[in-house]
């Protein structure tokens, strides 16, 4: 389950990993996320004080949220094998767009989850397309720098957004709903910046007699299907970050510290997204993949033992280094072990099932969050714990070919 890489490192005045599409998608994640990161950190607390919903409805609507973006991953990965990459990745980021707004104007909580389904199909439709052209003509011991760093704009979008989001909040009077609309600008700015990207496949794929044959399932190789297995396992016990913060804000955060921490997290995934990335293009990914689960099992256990406001600033910047060691570590690690054809397929199989994986935990967590949400936190961080310590000797016992 490794592939030490073994590939010369690029010289010269740009790196040969960095190429122009990787640029530009650097640029739309960066946009779109600080477009939604904006919200996202007062979204539980709109849905819970404002609209009144129960915290059992926060986890089910960013469960259900997840499970329609997890069907439409698997889905636009197969077309993005078969069919022009731009256009799917333009409607993935318009939907995303088109949700914002309907979180603008929602007043009761089920038009958020509609909101919601509908910016989740959006990342659903996009996100297998765009993983297969960050990876377009990289070689496979590069592509930690590549996820790496689109990782770190994403999320640095996620740092700019709440603090946005922070100094409009203080200047607008605590109102909530103005920060919606103003989600909306840099959103659509993304679906805009778009247009740059460059598919080398774009005009070749119109007719049957030229378009690449379906990849059927059962030929992706064993080496894959071991990763998906346990990865998959794992984000059944990861549930959505939205629950995190309704437990920051049930122990005494108000509004503004809850958005101040989120940001702080994002900042320390930001700053480590690159250099993870790039780590796990020298040593084994499920060693840096573990890292993250330790950092994750930090988060989970700190967040369910602590009982001072104060100390959601210590424990989330913490858990900011699970999602650095995970997020673009795990795609690289997938992207290494299909050929590129089957790039699409592979990256969208694996980005549903662990996205439906987040649906069941955002249920359960949900429906066992009780009054203060200590017991599913605690669960998921002793798993977790216990994750950080098998996969290791798992890829050791079982090492996988590209």
């Known amino acids: 389950m490794t592939e030490p890489s073994s590939a010369p490192q690029p010289t010269g005045p740009r790196p040969a990993w960095l190429t122009r599409n990787v640029k530009v998608l650097c640029g739309v994640s960066f946009l779109q996320d600080a477009a939604s990161e904006l919200l996202y950190p007062i979204l539980p607390i709109f849905l819970t004080v404002v609209l009144g919903a129960p915290p059992a409805v926060v986890g ?18 197969r077309l993005a094998d078969r069919f022009d990459r731009r256009p799917l990745i333009g409607v993935g980021y318009g939907l995303a767009a088109v949700g914002k707004l309907l979180i603008a104007l929602a007043t009761v909580w089920p038009l958020v989850l509609l909101a919601r389904v509908t910016d989740r199909l959006g990342k659903g439709m996009r996100g297998a397309p765009r993983d297969a052209l960050l990876v377009e003509g990289v070689p496979k011991g590069q592509r930690g720098r590549v996820f790496g760093l689109h990782r770190a704009a994403d999320t ?42 460059r598919d080398p496949r774009a005009g070749t794929t119109g007719s049957s007699s ?59 995934y930001a700053a480590l997204s690159y250099p993870a990335g790039a780590l796990s293009d020298r040593l084994p990914r499920p060693l840096v993949f573990a890292a993250g689960l330790l950092f ?12 001072s406001p104060w100390a959601v600033f210590v424990v989330l910047p913490l858990y900011g280094g699970f999602a650095a060691c995970t997020d673009g570590v795990g795609k690289a690690w997938i992207s290494t ?22 649906l069941l935990a955002g249920v359960w967590a949900g429906l066992a969050w009780g009054a203060d949400g200590h017991l599913p936190l605690l669960v998921s961080g002793g798993i977790a714990l216990v994750l950080a310590g098998v996969l290791p000797v798992v890829a050791r016992a079982r090492t996988a070919a590209p």
């Open 296 to 307: 994750f099992a930090i988060g989970y256990l700190g967040l369910g033992l602590i009982h």
């Open 156 to 197: 640095a979008g996620a740092v700019v957004g709440p603090l946005v989001g922070l100094v409009l909040y203080e200047a607008l009077d605590h109102r909530l709903r103005p920060l919606f609309w103003v989600a909306v600008i840099p959103a659509v700015a993304s679906v805009a910046l778009v247009a740059a990207v």
């Open 337 to 358: 072990l299909v050929p590129d054809r089957q790039q699409g397929t592979a990256q969208g199989l694996f980005q549903g099932a662990t996205g439906a994986a987040v």
């Open 210 to 268: 030229t378009r690449p044959a379906r990849t059927p399932w059962r030929s992706l190789p064993r080496p894959y299907w071991r990763v998906l297995g346990v990865l998959l396992a794992f984000n059944l016990v990861n549930f959505p970050d939205a629950l995190l913060l309704l437990r920051a804000h049930d122990l005494g955060l108000s509004t503004a510290g809850v958005v101040g921490a989120y940001a702080v997290y994002n900042l320390v």
């Open 60 to 77: 089910a609507i960013e469960g259900l949220a997840e499970g329609a973006a997890s069907i439409t991953k698997v889905a636009a990965g």
